[in-house]
Structures are given as structure tokens and as C-alpha cells.
């Protein structure tokens, strides 16, 4: 299989948020879970001027800045505030963990700067293209829009004041504020989370008070996050028809819930709320009122804590109204509940991962088999995935990126919304690349479920939802789990093995057998 090289833009998630519309700055996003930092911005044309309004829950100083992976060293910023002298205003770059540098070339151009009702609203604009080496250049593809706020206008440590979200400034998507107030909490019930590095816990429940004679459409995913420091994923999953019992206890214990493999929702450390387009929605209810669900949470308790509780999950907005198109999503990559070894050497700079889906499987499934739109994503690896590229092949040749991150965190995994839609047509294939890096690691890293084993998942939405749910694969390693002994450089070799080696593919739908 060829390397898979990025030439395609991404769409980032939109996140809802209240207030009064600004016609001049059409698109906004909340920076945080908690609606402390509030982003505004528009232009009249990707080569022109950009236009940004900043409002922060502090009367401190405000920093915003553009960075490549959502860190601060190397990135543009500029720090703001009013303080008892009147206001001040800059444009800075980070060189490292110390006080920002001014730029010697002040990009940006403050409108704007006052406090009101205990908030800090900073206006200012810049040109897209600066054509200034101490500033981030603003392309149509995702950045990492990273802030921090101060309790009082001396410049200094911002301690847990600060995060950030990935945007994509210059290809984003309106929309209007919705005042439905429908939705269903998918929680854990004040779960105990054992003392172990790595715990799965999972709920099997249906979803209460709803209307059996209503079929509703989940256009909303919010997380609910009792404990951040430990919540490192969750999986919301469509039961099939024999799954009829609920239970809540630990995953993996071999129930019948362990067959509920349709992913209806995805949560990552990092990730904030995802809104699906306005044309499409998740059905629940109606005729399949009496379905189940299987909520999985990830716990990551490295300290192996114990007394620890947690009632953690999804807040799920619905409306009765029709959506045109019923979404659905297609997990792909490499299978991550293999019993096949798949090792990765220690000390590693790069190492490539591959899992492929080819859709002709599909038509063992069902028939027929529609086009499918994919119009948004999420990319999901551990502690040493850097990069991830999910390629588009069809007759054989690259045709596409569905989605890909040059600059992958693994504290910022957020879903994103694409630029375009990507049509995936019967027969098309998809490649899942991953690449690791292992340098700090003197032992094997393997693929498995645990924090510091490593996954390869791309979770693609797409319209309309089939009963296909899964696409995934992995090297038979049942010939051999390591490359044979050669002149060849032992990472270059381990790579090139797995490579090489047959690819089991898997697909599955929504009534595997039990």
C-alpha cells in the first residue's frame, strides 16, 4: 500500500452557542465545556481582512492564540485587557514556556477593548495573509485556537485558565440558535472506578420517556464530564434485536451487550459539542422504541487512584421534526479487538500503522448498497499517535482524503465537520494511516484497549445510515509477529512486515451473530 500524502482541507466542528447575532461576524464557537470563552469572527473574502471579537468571562488580561497542534510554544498571539490605566493591546509569538515575545511587526489592529458585566470583549482584525514570519498564516484548513485568561490585568501565569478547540476559520458553518430544549442524559449512575491504569465501564440501558409512536432525531451531542482528569473516551452504541437485557458492570465480562457495536456517538479527551447539519439527525424511538443502547467509558487513572465516582456520559438533543437524511457512522481502521499481536517497536521517530475497508464487502450485507456522503469525522489514537490521514482510493488510485491531522493531540480530539462532502461509492476503498512515535518508550508498544497500548480508528458520519457499521482490518500476524532478521534497520523492517503481510478485512452490521 502507498503512503498516504495530505492535499485536502478539513472542516472544523461548529459549536452552537447563545447570544445576539452579529451580521459582520457570522460565526462563533465556545473555546471551553464551561461558555467562559466565547470566539466570534467573519471576512469578506478569504484574501482580505479578518475580523475578530473575543469575549471572556474575567476582568484580567485575555490571550488568544493560533497554534499548529494546540500548544503555546510557537504560536501567534496577541494578549489583551483594560486595566486601571485604560486599555492595552499586542501581537505576540510564544518561543517557549516563558512570557510571550512582542512581534516586531504588529499584524493585528485592535478595534475594540472594553469591560462589561464582569466580562472582557476585545475586538480586533488582522490581514488573512500577513505576510509576517511571527505570525500564524489563517488557510482554509483547521488550526488550533488557543486561549488563556488572567484574574487580574497583571501578566502572568494563567495556571488551569486556559484550553483550546481546533476551527477552521476561513471554511465554517452558521447556524441559527436552536431553542429546542429536548434532550436525553446517557449516563453512568455514580460508577466506582477501580484502582487499575485502565477500567471500561458499561451501562446497557433504554432510553426513557419517550413517545413510542414518535420517531425523534438527535441533532446534538453534549458531553457531561464529572471527572476530566480520568474520562478519556466515550462510545454510545445501537444494540441489536437480541440484546434484551440491560446491566451496568464492567465491559468485556463476555454479555450479550458485548454485540453492541453500532456507534451512534463518540466522545474524546479534548472534544467539546458536536451539531450535525441542519438536513440531518440521528433517529431514535418510534418502531424501535424498545432498542437498547450500551454506553462505554473509558477511565484513565494513572495514579490508580482509588474512591473514585463518576456519573460521566452524553446529553443528547432531539427534535420530533423530520431531518431529510438519517445519519449514521462507519468506524474504519485497524481492528481494535484483534487477538492477533500487532507490535510496535520502542524508539521509534515514525512508525505507520494501516487498516483498510474495502466497501464491495458491503454487498454481502445488502442490496443495494447507496452512495454514502461523508460530511464530517473523528480521529482517535493514544499516547504516541502523531499524525493520522484517512485516504480515498477508488479503481485502485487515491482519489481523496476523507480526513487527515498533520499535528494530531492527544488532548485535543475533537469531531470536525469537512469543507466539502466526500462520497464514498460501492466499491471504493479506505485507508487508515497512523503514525507513532515511540522514542520515549523501551518496550513494545501493542494495539489493545488500555491507555498506554495504542488504537487506529477513523469514526466517519455520513448520510444516508446503512446497517453497515463497521469497516475495519489487521495484518495476519498469525504467520509471524515479527519481521525476520535482516540488514535492514529493525523499525524500517517491523514497519515494512506488517505492511506487506495479507490484510484480514472485517465488516460487520447492525445484527451481528450472536
Known amino acids: 500500500m502507498r503512503s498516504l500524502l495530505?492535499?485536502?482541507?478539513?472542516?472544523?466542528?461548529?459549536?452552537?452557542?447563545?447570544?445576539?447575532?452579529?451580521?459582520?461576524?457570522?460565526?462563533?464557537?465556545?473555546?471551553?465545556?464551561?461558555?467562559?470563552?466565547?470566539?466570534?469572527?467573519g471576512f469578506d473574502n478569504p484574501q482580505g481582512i479578518i475580523t475578530f471579537k473575543l469575549v471572556v468571562n474575567t476582568t484580567g488580561w485575555v490571550r488568544l492564540g493560533f497554534s499548529s497542534d494546540g500548544e503555546m510554544t510557537g504560536s501567534d498571539i496577541v494578549i489583551g485587557g483594560v486595566g486601571p490605566n485604560g486599555s492595552y493591546f499586542g501581537d505576540y509569538h510564544a518561543v517557549g514556556d516563558f512570557m510571550p515575545v512582542l512581534d516586531e511587526q504588529q499584524s493585528y489592529t485592535l478595534l475594540s477593548l472594553t469591560e462589561r458585566d464582569g466580562q472582557t470583549i476585545?475586538?480586533?482584525?488582522?490581514?488573512?495573509?500577513?505576510?509576517?514570519?511571527?505570525?500564524?498564516?489563517?488557510?482554509?484548513?483547521?488550526?488550533?485556537?488557543?486561549?488563556?485568561?488572567?484574574?487580574?490585568?497583571?501578566?502572568?501565569?494563567?495556571?488551569?485558565?486556559?484550553?483550546?478547540?481546533?476551527?477552521?476559520?476561513?471554511?465554517?458553518?452558521?447556524?441559527?440558535?436552536?431553542?429546542?430544549?429536548?434532550?436525553?442524559?446517557?449516563?453512568?449512575?455514580?460508577?466506582?472506578?477501580?484502582?487499575?491504569?485502565?477500567?471500561?465501564?458499561?451501562?446497557?440501558?433504554?432510553?426513557?420517556?419517550?413517545d413510542p409512536n414518535t420517531t425523534y432525531y438527535i441533532f446534538q451531542i453534549e458531553p457531561v464530564i464529572e471527572n476530566p482528569d480520568i474520562v478519556h473516551h466515550m462510545l454510545l452504541y445501537r444494540c441489536p434485536s437480541f440484546v434484551t437485557e440491560t446491566y451496568d458492570k464492567p465491559c468485556f465480562m463476555g454479555d450479550m451487550g458485548d454485540d453492541c457495536i453500532e456507534v451512534?456517538?463518540?466522545?474524546?479527551?479534548?472534544?467539546?459539542?458536536?451539531?450535525?447539519?441542519?438536513?440531518?439527525?440521528?433517529?431514535?424511538?418510534?418502531?424501535?422504541?424498545?432498542?437498547?443502547?450500551?454506553?462505554?467509558?473509558?477511565?484513565?487513572?494513572?495514579?490508580?487512584?482509588?474512591?473514585?465516582?463518576?456519573?460521566?456520559?452524553?446529553?443528547?438533543?432531539?427534535?420530533?421534526?423530520?431531518?431529510?437524511?438519517?445519519?449514521?457512522?462507519?468506524?474504519?481502521?485497524?481492528?481494535?479487538?484483534?487477538?492477533?499481536?500487532?507490535?510496535?517497536?520502542?524508539?521509534?521517530?515514525?512508525?505507520?500503522?494501516?487498516?483498510?475497508?474495502?466497501?464491495?464487502?458491503?454487498?454481502?450485507?445488502?442490496?443495494?448498497?447507496?452512495?454514502?456522503?461523508?460530511?464530517?469525522?473523528?480521529?482517535?489514537?493514544?499516547?504516541?499517535?502523531?499524525?493520522?490521514?484517512?485516504?480515498?482510493?477508488?479503481?485502485?488510485?487515491?482519489?481523496?482524503?476523507?480526513?487527515?491531522?498533520?499535528?494530531?493531540?492527544?488532548?485535543?480530539?475533537?469531531?470536525?465537520i469537512l469543507g466539502k462532502i466526500k462520497t464514498i461509492k460501492l466499491g471504493d476503498e479506505i485507508a487508515v494511516e497512523c503514525t507513532y512515535n515511540t522514542t520515549d518508550r523501551t518496550n513494545v508498544t501493542k494495539l489493545g484497549l488500555a491507555t498506554t497500548d495504542e488504537m487506529c480508528l477513523a469514526f466517519l458520519l455520513y448520510y444516508p445510515a446503512i446497517k453497515i457499521t463497521n469497516c475495519v482490518s489487521n495484518p495476519n500476524t498469525s504467520m509471524s509477529e515479527d519481521a525476520p532478521t535482516s540488514d535492514q534497520d529493525p523499525i524500517a523492517a517491523q514497519e515494512s512486515f506488517l505492511k506487506d503481510l495479507p490484510q484480514i478485512q472485517f465488516a460487520s452490521d447492525d445484527e451481528p451473530n450472536c
Open 122 to 210: 476585545m475586538t480586533f482584525q488582522r490581514p488573512i495573509q500577513t505576510c509576517d514570519h511571527e505570525d500564524s498564516p489563517i488557510t482554509d484548513t483547521p488550526i488550533q485556537m488557543i486561549y488563556a485568561f488572567g484574574t487580574t490585568d497583571t501578566l502572568g501565569y494563567h495556571g488551569h485558565r486556559r484550553g483550546g478547540k481546533e476551527v477552521n476559520l476561513l471554511n465554517h458553518v452558521a447556524r441559527p440558535t436552536s431553542t429546542n430544549l429536548n434532550y436525553l442524559n446517557v449516563t453512568m449512575d455514580n460508577v466506582t472506578v477501580p484502582e487499575d491504569h485502565t477500567y471500561y465501564h458499561c451501562k446497557v440501558m433504554t432510553f426513557q420517556n419517550l
Open 264 to 416: 451512534v456517538a463518540a466522545w474524546a479527551v479534548g472534544g467539546g459539542v458536536f451539531e450535525l447539519p441542519d438536513n440531518v439527525g440521528i433517529p431514535v424511538g418510534g418502531a424501535d422504541s424498545d432498542t437498547l443502547y450500551r454506553l462505554e467509558i473509558h477511565y484513565n487513572n494513572p495514579n490508580n487512584e482509588a474512591g473514585r465516582r463518576d456519573s460521566s456520559g452524553l446529553r443528547l438533543h432531539y427534535t420530533d421534526q423530520r431531518r431529510k437524511y438519517d445519519g449514521g457512522i462507519l468506524t474504519t481502521g485497524v481492528n481494535p479487538y484483534t487477538s492477533l499481536s500487532y507490535n510496535i517497536p520502542p524508539k521509534a521517530t515514525q512508525f505507520h500503522t494501516y487498516g483498510v475497508c474495502n466497501t464491495s464487502l458491503f454487498s454481502q450485507l445488502m442490496n443495494p448498497v447507496p452512495e454514502l456522503h461523508v460530511f464530517a469525522g473523528m480521529l482517535h489514537t493514544h499516547l504516541t499517535g502523531r499524525k493520522v490521514r484517512v485516504g480515498h482510493y477508488r479503481n485502485g488510485t487515491q482519489i481523496d482524503f476523507l480526513l487527515f491531522n498533520e499535528n494530531y493531540n492527544f488532548g485535543l480530539q475533537q469531531s470536525v
Open 6 to 41: 495530505p492535499f485536502l482541507c478539513l472542516f472544523s466542528v461548529w459549536t452552537k452557542g447563545a447570544g445576539a447575532s452579529d451580521p459582520d461576524l457570522p460565526f462563533m464557537v465556545y473555546l471551553d465545556q464551561n461558555h467562559l470563552v466565547c470566539l466570534k469572527w
